[in-house]
C-alpha cells in the first residue's frame, strides 16, 4: 500500500483521507507500521484458516426452504422458486457454493457482503449477481431510507434502492452497514504479519543471528563495505553454513541471540490464538492443538461447540436476510429459509443408533424418519410409530387385562 502514499504524498499522521482511502480496501495501517487490509491479512495462516473454516462450512449447508402446516409442522417446499436460487442455480456462472463462500468470506474480513438482485416481470428475484465490496457503498438518509451506490463491471456508477440489493452485515453500529474485523484488530493482524516477515527474513539469512567480523588495525570506509559485501556473498543467504576462509588475522564472531531468547516463538503461537479469538473458532480447527479446549473431551463435544458458539450467528445473519430480501411479505407467515445442521451435530455410530432406539421405542420417531436422517430412502411399512401399553392419559382407567399380556408396545400409523 506505499503506492497510496506517493501517489497522495501524504503521511498518515497528517492525511485523514489517507485512512479514508485504506478503510475502502477494508483495513488500515497498524501501530508497527504493517497495512493491514482485506487481501494483506490472508496472508497470516491464522487468518486465512478461520476465514476459510467460516466460509466453506456456511457454504456446504444445505439452505432449505420450508412450509409452515397447519398443525405445527413444515414440509420442505422444494416447489418454491427461492429452492432453486439457494440451492441450485444463484447465477450463470457460480454454484450455490461458491457464492455462498464468496459472501461469507467478504463477510468476515470486511464486514460487508453484496449481491444485486435481478428480478423478472413478476418481481421474483431469478439472479443473485455478487458484487464486491470495494465497489458497494450503502448509505442512509435523514428518512432513515438505505440506498446502496453500486459501480457496475462496465464502469457506470448507480444508487440503487435497499429492494435491488442483497446486503449481508456483520456486527453493525450504525445500524446499516457492518463493520470489518480486519479494520477493527489491524494492529493484532499486523503483528501477525510483522511476525512472520521476521521469520522470513531469518530464514533467508540462513536462520542464523548477525555477527561481528573483526580485523585488526583500522579500516577505511571502503574496505569496510567491500569486506561487507563480500562477506555477505559468499557466506550469507543461501550459502548460510559453508566454511568460512578467513585471512590477515580476521575473526567472525555470532551474536548469541536466539529466536527462543527474543520469544519469537511463543509470539507467533499468541498471535495465532489471538486470531482465533477474534473469530471465536477453536483452535484445534486451524491444525493448532497445543491447549485444550473448555468446550467438552471429545472431538464430538468440541465439534457441537463450533456449531453452537460460532456458526449459528453466521447462520442467524443469513436466514434472516433470506427471509426480510426474498419471501415475499404475503408468503412470510408461512415461508421461511433455514440451515440444516444435523450433518454436522451427529455424533458417533453408536450413539447416534442408540437414540433412535430410544425415539422409536418412545413413539416420537418412526422407522422411516430415522431412516431419513441417516439419508437412507423410505421402506414401506415404515411410517409407524410404537406405543408402549404401560402408558396412558392421566386419570383414565386401566381396562386392560393383565393376565396372560406380555405385549409391551401398541402400533398406530400416522401420515409422515
Not at 179 to 193: F, L
Request: hydrophobic share 35%; with cysteine.
Amino acid at each position: 500500500m506505499g503506492f497510496l502514499r506517493r501517489i497522495f504524498g501524504m503521511e498518515r499522521k497528517s492525511a485523514p483521507f489517507y485512512e479514508m482511502l485504506l478503510s475502502v480496501f477494508g483495513g488500515g495501517e497498524s501501530a508497527s507500521g504493517e497495512i493491514v487490509t482485506a487481501d494483506s491479512a490472508m496472508r497470516s495462516s491464522a487468518v486465512y484458516a478461520c476465514v476459510g473454516l467460516i466460509a466453506e462450512s456456511v457454504a456446504m449447508l444445505p439452505l432449505k426452504v420450508y412450509r409452515r402446516r397447519a398443525d405445527g409442522g413444515r414440509n420442505e417446499a422444494r416447489d418454491h422458486w427461492l429452492w432453486g436460487l439457494m440451492n441450485s442455480a444463484p447465477n450463470d456462472w457460480m454454484t450455490p457454493f461458491e457464492l455462498r463462500e464468496f459472501l461469507l468470506q467478504h463477510l468476515a474480513l470486511r464486514g460487508n457482503a453484496y449481491c444485486y438482485k435481478v428480478r423478472d416481470r413478476s418481481g421474483r428475484v431469478r439472479e443473485l449477481l455478487p458484487i464486491h465490496p470495494s465497489l458497494c457503498t450503502p448509505k442512509q438518509d435523514s428518512k432513515w431510507a438505505v440506498t446502496y451506490a453500486i459501480q457496475f463491471p462496465d464502469g457506470t456508477s448507480q444508487t440503487v434502492a435497499k429492494e435491488h440489493v442483497w446486503h449481508l452485515r456483520y456486527r453493525t453500529l450504525n445500524g446499516f452497514e457492518g463493520v470489518s474485523p480486519i479494520a477493527y484488530h489491524r494492529d493484532t493482524i499486523g503483528m501477525s504479519i510483522d511476525a512472520l516477515k521476521h521469520g522470513a527474513r531469518q530464514m533467508r539469512n540462513g536462520a542464523r543471528p548477525s555477527g561481528v567480523l573483526t580485523y585488526p588495525g583500522a579500516l577505511k570506509k571502503e574496505q569496510i563495505d567491500r569486506l561487507r559485501e563480500s562477506w555477505e556473498e559468499h557466506y550469507g543467504g543461501k550459502n548460510a553454513g559453508k566454511t568460512a576462509v578467513l585471512e590477515g588475522g580476521a575473526k567472525f564472531e555470532a551474536v548469541s541471540i536466539t529466536n527462543e531468547d527474543l520469544q519469537y516463538l511463543q509470539t507467533r503461537e499468541f498471535q495465532v490464538e489471538d486470531i482465533a479469538r477474534i473469530y471465536r473458532v477453536p483452535l484445534h480447527m486451524i491444525q493448532n492443538t497445543s491447549k485444550s479446549t473448555s468446550w467438552g473431551s471429545g472431538i464430538e463435544s468440541m465439534g457441537i461447540g463450533f456449531v453452537q458458539y460460532t456458526l449459528l450467528p453466521w447462520l442467524r445473519r443469513i436466514e434472516g436476510t433470506v427471509q426480510r430480501d426474498f419471501v415475499p411479505p404475503n408468503e412470510r407467515a408461512d415461508v421461511y429459509a433455514e440451515f440444516s445442521v444435523n450433518a454436522l451435530m451427529r455424533g458417533d455410530v453408536k450413539s447416534r443408533y442408540a437414540s433412535y432406539k430410544i425415539g422409536i421405542d418412545e413413539g416420537f420417531l418412526s422407522p422411516n424418519e430415522v431412516r431419513m436422517l441417516e439419508n437412507m430412502n423410505p421402506r414401506e411399512g415404515g411410517d409407524i410409530y410404537l406405543t408402549p401399553l404401560n402408558m396412558r392419559v392421566g386419570g383414565e382407567e386401566d381396562g386392560s387385562d393383565d393376565e396372560g399380556d406380555e405385549e409391551s408396545v401398541s402400533v398406530r400409523t400416522e401420515e409422515p
